[in-house]
């Protein structure tokens, strides 16, 4: 069955400090996607990926960095963060056309006091 | 300007009634419609898609598509109280198989 890992499932951060979201796929899927979503709000893209090595700009980048060192594996990075980045972020995957079933993980829960 | 809008924001269905849902984009790249069902504190999930003009039922959920107007909509009859969700439609566009949310529409069945 389709997986997608997030970790950790819920972070306290400081303001100002760095964090580190990590997501795990097994559906070796070549695209990869991080969200936010705020309460009760529909999802806004922060980052995408195509592939290892690949990592592109989504709507909402300012603040956040991604990184894809291999087809399983997407991080996202908050190198200084804010508490305007509190929120829940989701990782998912999706084949290459896009015209398969998007696959999500369970979330992470980010707060940043 | 948001490429996928979703209607209404939210609605309130008694228990057994049929909910309706819309989604329409403004984008004419826009080429398979995506419906997603988000329960409280859970992840999304993916209900029903639709690529082609009509409609297809699976169960209690049927969805129509017109292309011409790029207007999808999703129906639920005799609606439940586990069907209480935030509903995402979601839109790919062909020129780059880009997939576009829309902010979803929260249903609350009533019992």
């Known amino acids: 069955e389709a997986a997608v890992t997030q970790s950790p499932r819920n972070k306290v951060a400081v303001t100002g400090g760095k964090v580190t979201l990590s997501c795990n796929q097994t559906?070796?899927?070549?695209?990869m996607y991080w969200y936010r979503q705020d309460t009760g709000h529909g999802l806004r893209l922060i980052h995408y990926s195509y592939g290892a090595g690949s990592t592109e700009k989504g709507d909402i980048p300012d603040g956040y960095k991604a990184s894809r060192p291999s087809q399983e594996n997407f991080s996202l990075i908050l190198e200084l963060a804010t508490p305007s980045q509190t929120s829940v972020y989701f990782c998912?995957?999706?084949?290459?056309?896009?015209?398969?079933?998007?696959?999500f993980g369970k979330g992470t829960r980010l707060t940043v006091v | 300007q948001q490429k996928v809008q979703q209607s209404p924001e939210s609605l309130i269905v008694p228990e057994g009634g049929m909910a309706s849902l819309n989604c329409t984009s403004s984008d004419r790249n826009v080429d398979y419609f995506w419906w997603y069902r988000q329960h409280s504190g859970k992840s999304p999930k993916m209900l029903m898609?639709?690529?082609s003009n009509g409609e297809k039922e699976e169960g209690r959920f049927t969805v129509h598509l017109n292309k011409a107007s790029l207007h999808t909509s999703l129906h639920i009859r005799d609606s439940q109280p586990s069907d209480s969700a935030l509903y995402l439609c979601?839109?790919?566009?062909?020129?780059?198989?880009?997939?576009?949310w829309g902010s979803g529409t929260k249903l609350i069945i009533k019992p």
């Open positions: 898609s639709i690529f």
């Open positions: 979601a839109a790919i566009m062909d020129s780059n198989y880009q997939l576009i």
């Open positions: 559906n070796n899927h070549n695209n």
């Open positions: 998912a995957s999706g084949d290459a056309t896009g015209r398969g079933e998007v696959f």
